[in-house]
């Protein structure tokens, strides 16, 4: 008998070290990569808040101009998120995700040319259209790798690209507009700010064909084994959540499913806190009475700095003690306070740079904490269109919240308004995340 116990779990360790060992490939493989083009992703999506400090005195605009362009993309997002996503689904993630990165960053790096708010509006609402189906699609494959218990510390490592993508942006948008400044090949700086970060888009997006796999079948670096046991986890966690949750199957089911549309206002929320800080970070930084573009990139850096660092840690927390609700209302909890900080801290910038830190931080760590949640309630069937769904009502606040926060600083001469409504929204947001069943939540 004894014999027998010590041969059985031998055997159950051995699987347990080939799962783990599994898990590391697929993680080698995967996130390094998508990290690297999502973080383009997201610095081709807000790198306008960089080209402002210098593109609306060139070209005559308002602030009013530049919020509804900043803005605009958001509506050929949301126009195109659900479709772009159920192509993804019955394609595959290699060729939709390729073809749609080579579009935005040509479309991005096209902004260059532009001379009126017209052309302005125009390129960002398609540049909206291409990106929409990135991040729900990237969310989506996860879910064809990891099951529900592994996704909130691999959404923190994916999303950790937001703030790196301010680390490293920040600095390197305020140096190009600094090194450009007296224009090159007849480009100004901004200019040069959209063509140089526009085209490694492109060039990640033919990479995607070669690097990516569909799915657990096709990757040629795994074994039979370990294929095996990755698909036998993700068979098991989709048993457990339609045991548990009853997930909706069908996307007729996804419109009829209440926990949906609150999951997908709870986005919004979230939203509007991130991209505030996205689009208004480098002129809200200026206003505290630094006027050198490389000094306002590293002080953008900051806040990004301290939130990618925090992003990573509270995906781990969250995974280890199985909680969700609480790892999701406190960081906006967190993001509310330092935006009223910042907004009391007048003519202090130590003050405000603790208090925009403080509300990066909340903000951007709300979005790895929200996505592990969507899956609970959606089965594979209805997650392509579901994740979609619940990302576009989410991105709807990538229009309103620049569009609200230039409106008002042109009526009022200060984002100080502005910024009150993004903490009530945000203090909303997180009492939303409180009206989840913990039960079905927290796995």
Known sequence: MVSIASTFQRDVALKQDVLEGAYRKVTTHLIPFIFICY?????????????????????????TSYGLGAGIFFIGYVLSGIPSNLILHKIGARRVIGTLMIAWGTASACLLFVT????????????GIFEAGFFPGIVLYFTR??????????MGLFMSAIPISGVLGGPLSGWMLQHFATGQVGLAAWQWLFLLQGLP??????????????GIAQAKWLTHEEKRQLQAQLDEDERHRLAAAKSTESFSGVLRNANVWLLGLVYFCIQMGVYAINFWLPSIIKSLGFQSPTTIGWLSAIPYLFASVFMIWIGRSADAKRERRWHLSAPLLMGLCGLMMATQAAGNPV?????????????????????????????????AGGLALINSIGQIAGFVSPFLVGWIKDTTGSTDVALYILSAVLFTGAMLVMRLPAKVVNR
């Open 39 to 63: 973080l383009f992703n997201y610095l081709d999506r807000v790198n306008v808040g960089f080209a402002k400090l210098q593109m609306l005195d060139a070209l005559k605009w308002s602030e």
């Open 116 to 127: 009126t708010p017209l052309e302005f509006y125009t390129l960002r609402f398609v540049t």
């Open 145 to 154: 790798w990891y099951p529900s218990a592994r996704r909130g510390r691999v």
């Open 201 to 214: 888009t492109v060039a990640l997006g033919i990479a995607v064909y070669f690097l990516l796999n569909d």
């Open 351 to 383: 003050v405000a740079m603790i208090g925009l830190t403080l509300a990066t931080m909340g903000a951007l760590a709300g979005l790895p904490m929200f996505w592990p949640l969507p899956t609970v309630f959606l089965g594979s069937a209805a997650a």
